[in-house]
């Protein structure tokens, strides 16, 4: 049973050059932004950037991990407030997701609100989420 102020343990993810491609392939999303330096340059950026919608599934992963098996997403939104930088490096670059359960509703549900963070600082803002409990 979640209880306001649970919180959700912190859990990382790695993003790599390779992942931004393979998320290219699935998305259809092959903006140069995401994997050509001088084109990320060009348009005033610092470098490659991680595309917003992986950096939003990760945080939806992680919060489906915490929920366990059966609960359910029922609601789910967020802001991009600061692009992720992806070196090209086998490291890549490193995101960490955690939040606090807020609300418990009278049907069972949970609002949560999530952090997501690359190198200390907030990638996505006001990034929550209702959880439907396990039938």
Same mark, same amino acid.
């Given at each position: ?17 390779? *992942? ?6 699935? &998305? /259809? *999303?092959?903006?140069?932004?995401? =994997?050509? *330096?001088?084109?990320? &340059?060009?348009?005033?950026? @610092? ?18 991990? =915490?929920?366990? @098996? /059966? ?5 789910? /939104?967020?802001?991009? &407030? ?9 490291? /890549? ?15 069972? &549900? ?22 439907? @409990?396990?039938?």
């Amino acid at each position: 049973m979640i209880r306001p102020g649970d919180e959700l343990p912190t859990r990382t993810f790695r993003i790599t050059r390779e *992942d931004l491609v393979r998320y290219a392939a699935a &998305s /259809g *999303d092959h903006n140069p932004i995401h =994997w050509s *330096d001088s084109r990320a &340059s060009a348009v005033g950026l @610092p470098g490659v950037i991680a595309h917003g919608m992986l950096s939003m599934g990760l945080a939806a992963t992680a919060l489906t991990e =915490w929920a366990g @098996p /059966g609960a359910a997403v029922v609601e789910y /939104g967020t802001r991009f &407030s600061r692009p992720v930088i992806v070196p090209d490096t086998a490291d /890549g670059v490193e995101i960490a997701v955690d939040g606090t359960a807020g609300e418990v509703r009278e049907d069972g &549900s949970v609002r949560v609100e999530l952090t997501v963070r690359c190198a200390g600082r907030k990638v996505l803002a006001r990034t929550r989420a209702v959880l439907s @409990p396990a039938p």
